[in-house]
């Protein structure tokens, strides 16, 4: 399992709040939300950002792909997940903030898709119950793998979720 290591990490580059509105709104195609999860650095989340926008270029090679990468402070330290859940919780208000901000200037013809992974799950249902009354669907997919959720919970937010969802929700869980 080598493939990882072949998606390439572009140049990062500070980017204003004017240039990022206008390159939303210049943008025609998929944009792509990745947030990661618990225990990651930001080196390792942007390489795994590259390889799922590796993957989606491979299996949509003419579609145009606008990779956005939230990431939230995480340690990177296994042994900090009460560390990690505080900084997640209060990044919470933040990610919500830029969804819609995104939403509002991104163009009529782009849509969303949203990509979390473990702890970085919590962000979506947090956001479906903070948007449950949104009068449309913001997110064309969702996909949350391994979602760091108790079953139970994730039942009782899942409705509120799929209001915020236009085409699939998957819930990817593990044993």
Known sequence: ?????????????????????????????????????YDMT???????????????KRRNSNQAILPILFSWPSPGKTADYTGDEANLEWSEKPFRDFI??????????SYVDL????????????YGVAKSQAPRAVFRNVILSCADMDYHTAEQKKEDLERCVGRSLYVLTND
Request: charged letters at 25%; glycine letters at 6%.
């Open 115 to 126: 990509i979390a992974h473990s702890m970085g799950s919590r962000y979506a249902f947090a």
């Open 100 to 109: 819609d901000l995104l939403v509002s200037e991104k163009n009529s013809d």
């Open 1 to 37: 399992d080598t493939y990882w290591k072949q998606a390439s990490v572009g140049q990062i580059a500070p980017m204003s709040a004017s240039e990022f509105s206008r390159q939303l709104r210049d943008f025609h195609g998929l944009i792509c939300v990745y947030v990661h999860g």
């Open 42 to 56: 930001f080196e390792d989340t942007a390489r795994e950002m590259a390889e799922l926008v590796d993957e989606y």
